[in-house]
């Protein structure tokens, strides 16, 4: 059933203190959650005798084999018993009753409990069980109808995990560069009630930007991330409203160390990308912490775009690289900070953007609007760490492998 | 007599016969500051964080650090600043001598011209009619180029950018070569973000106040506001820059004393 507009806030009624569901995992049980950030279902796999196994333990239950791999999974099973639950004593889920849970057989094997989809049938019934990021942060397990319903997405328990942008209202940090302008694009088709766009130096003139600022449900706003005292007047402005931040601010400069004599270029660099995040976090992040159980549509997400350059320095893009590592350290801070709220903090770690600064890299580059796409579909499905395009795909392959060899390619 | 004429000065202050007029932009981030190519060193603009405000960081006491550049805001150009200037002898804000910072002001009203056409261009027959009314620049003075740019409070209007670059008033090559060469100018001042016009780069030289006048040692201040309360002649402008070791320039407090007659 398709979500109807949610009424008006009565803005004299008390904010609720925001829950979460319980949090506490063992180290191995945190593969799954591992998989889940990646919006991915991955279980143990017995590389002895093949056995797939739940919940994760540190030992094959079917042949005692410490050689498990996390395995990707399709999810296809049964669901076999399932109920409502109308009483809980726990904080989080007694504001949220009714809630559906159930138990599935998976074709490859173990059986799960799952919280269950309200378009999916009373058991038995045949499912597709992916896991998602529930408010705590930690991977769970959701059983989706076979087939995709209309407005699946809509669901009121997964709505509990993940970040539609849909009615809610969203900054967007830099309207003025190719990427900033789709994700506002996406985010007013993605059916959000309001985007602030911030524009820094309005005195410079940027193709696409009067389009942007015409568009009905966008408000441009002056924002400039290195300037604290315009970060916190736009805080005190709209930061009791804003529910998703996608900071899309971004200086790049394709210098090394040894091709651009001094620190300008660098220093601009973290001035925008590193303290430009933090002065951010530390205006916008408390409100938004507070709104965290806000009805409907509350506080739920905070995008940052990175780099995958991230991950591993591009010496091409040197200082770059150094400044995104540098945001990517913080927004692991800001995602600690955030997790006791529910608040969701998304990192996106593209590969180099068809824009002005990525020039000489050679294709394939990833074109803003695919970028901006990945970012909806990430608030849409909950996910934590996006790598879109082929070339971040590539490089997380790489890293997760062997960072020091992808370290080593990099400089040759 | 030197006792008694800033005696009579100090006593002129006091009464009010002589008016401090404030010529100077108040530094602020939303001030814009000079634009270049991407690709190009950048002058930082003005920017200011909290150390404390009487709070955990510092309980009874509120205080700031600011950065900025050189020619951020209402600012000195010493010549040094240019290349034209770089081998002069005390070209440097710490090394010019202080007596240059305080001096006469002749105040050339192009403000009419300058809202018809943004592109205004001060010329020798222009400076040679306001002599014809004002009587000769006298050697050693600060020739001031009034616009009324400074009343642009829109950041937007005041940059004044469109497709072709920016559209701002300044002074063309032979203005400038006749006041350094004919009046032996200590310096021109404007209103807008430079002293050369907006689109200075087209002119020969290109930036031909800068090339000229700091080729010559001389000195440019920008940004400057309320022009518009300095009579032609007599006022006495007080430009002292901060004394950065090997600085091109510096954001300062101008200041114009002018008689009440």
Known sequence: ?412 | MSQDTLAAFANALATGSIRVVDLTQTLSPAFPQITLPPEFGQCWPFRIEEVSHYDERGPGWYWNNFSCGEHTGTHFDAPIHWVSGRHLPNNAVDTIPVEHFIGPACVIDCSKEAAADADFLLTVPFVEAWEARHGRIPPRAWVLMRTDWSKRTDPVAYQNFDATGQHTPGPDADVVRFLVEQRDVIGFGTEAIGTDAGQGYHLRPPYPCHSIMHGAGRYGLQCLANLDQLPPTGAVIFAAPLKIEQGSGSPLRVLAMVSER
């Open chain 1, 1 to 412: 059933m398709s979500l109807p507009r949610p009424p008006k806030k009565n803005p004299i009624l008390r904010t609720r203190a925001p829950t979460t569901p319980p949090g506490g995992r063992s180290r191995v049980a945190l593969g799954l959650t591992t998989a889940a950030a990646l919006g991915r279902l991955e279980l143990q796999v017995c590389r002895d005798c093949g056995t797939v196994q739940y919940p994760p333990r540190e030992a094959c239950h079917a042949c005692l084999s410490e050689r498990l791999r996390w395995t990707a999974q399709d999810g296809a099973g049964e669901l076999i018993a399932d109920t409502v639950l109308t009483h809980s004593n726990d904080l989080y889920f007694r504001e949220r009753l009714p809630w559906r849970l159930g138990m599935v057989r998976l074709d490859a094997g173990p059986s799960v409990v799952a919280h269950v989809h309200g378009d999916v049938g009373d058991a038995p019934a045949r499912v597709r069980v992916g896991a998602r990021l529930d408010r705590a942060g930690q991977a769970v397990l959701v059983a989706f109808p076979e087939q995709e319903t209309k407005d699946m997405a809509d669901d009121r328990q997964l709505r509990e995990m993940t970040c539609d942008p849909q009615y809610r209202k969203v900054l967007v940090t830099d309207g003025k560069t190719p990427t900033g302008q789709a994700v506002v694009r996406a985010l007013v088709d993605a059916g959000a009630d309001l985007v602030w766009v911030g524009h820094a130096e309005p005195w410079k003139q940027y193709a696409g930007f009067d389009a942007i600022a015409g568009l009905h449900a966008v408000t441009p706003v002056p924002l400039d991330l290195t300037d604290s005292r315009a970060v916190s007047s736009l805080a005190a402005q709209i930061g009791g409203k804003v529910d998703i931040v996608v900071n899309t601010a971004e200086h790049h400069r394709t210098f090394g160390i040894g091709d651009r004599r001094g620190l300008d270029a660098a220093r601009a660099e973290m001035d925008i990308n590193y303290f430009g995040l933090l002065r951010l976090a530390q205006d916008f992040g408390p409100a938004l912490k507070a709104r965290a159980a806000d009805g409907d549509t509350g506080a739920c997400a905070w995008v940052n775009v990175l780099s995958v350059y991230a991950l591993a320095n591009f010496p091409a893009h040197g200082t770059f690289s150094a400044s995104k590592a540098a945001a990517y350290s913080l927004a692991q801070c800001l995602r600690a900070e955030m997790r006791a709220s529910g608040v969701r903090v998304v990192n996106v770690f593209p590969g180099p953007v068809d824009d002005e600064w990525n020039q000489l890299v050679p294709p394939p580059k990833l074109a803003p609007s695919a970028l901006a796409s990945a970012i909806v579909k990430a608030l849409r499905d909950g996910v934590e760490d996006v790598f879109p395009g082929e070339v971040a795909q590539d490089w997380l392959a790489r890293w997760r492998d062997d960072p020091k060899a992808l370290e080593r390619e990099l400089s040759l």
